[in-house]
């Protein structure tokens, strides 16, 4: 009789399954931080539009009581309010918005601060 000789690929299912498992988990990351982005977007974009909505709501007496209500929400809503202008009747603001998920805070952590989502907003009269 032979003896029992290993094989030349005796092994190769470990390291092909170990591969695909850090594939799924890299996958699972860049899923996860890319719908933190497109969340932090859209909530940018809620804001901007809730805060000119306020500013608006405010324009009677000036335009500093406008852009003082519209900084008010955005704060209240986590966002920060980056330009504030009355352009005729109308209010346009820009708001930016910060990723809150689990990557975000560790970009933090490491490089200090992280992507912002920034929208433009206007609110007004109907033409």
């Known amino acids: 009789m032979t003896p029992c000789r290993p094989r030349a690929d005796d092994g190769a299912a470990t390291i092909v399954a170990i591969a695909l498992a850090g594939v799924l988990v890299v996958g699972v990351l860049v899923g996860a931080t890319v719908v933190d982005l497109v969340a932090a977007r859209q909530r940018a974009a809620d804001t ?4 000119a909505l306020a ?5 009677l007496p000036s335009e500093r009581d ?6 008010w929400v955005a704060e209240a809503d986590g966002a920060r ?3 504030c202008a ?7 603001v820009t708001v930016s918005c910060a990723p809150r998920g689990a990557w975000a805070r560790w970009w933090r952590a490491v490089f200090g601060d992280s992507p912002e989502s920034t929208v433009t907003a206007r609110a007004g009269r109907r033409r």
Do not use: K, Q
């Open 48 to 51: 901007a539009d809730l805060a």
């Open 55 to 59: 500013g608006v709501s405010a324009v």
């Open 66 to 71: 406008a852009c003082e209500a519209a900084a």
């Open 81 to 83: 309010l980056r330009a």
């Open 86 to 92: 009355l352009v005729g009747s109308d209010v346009r």
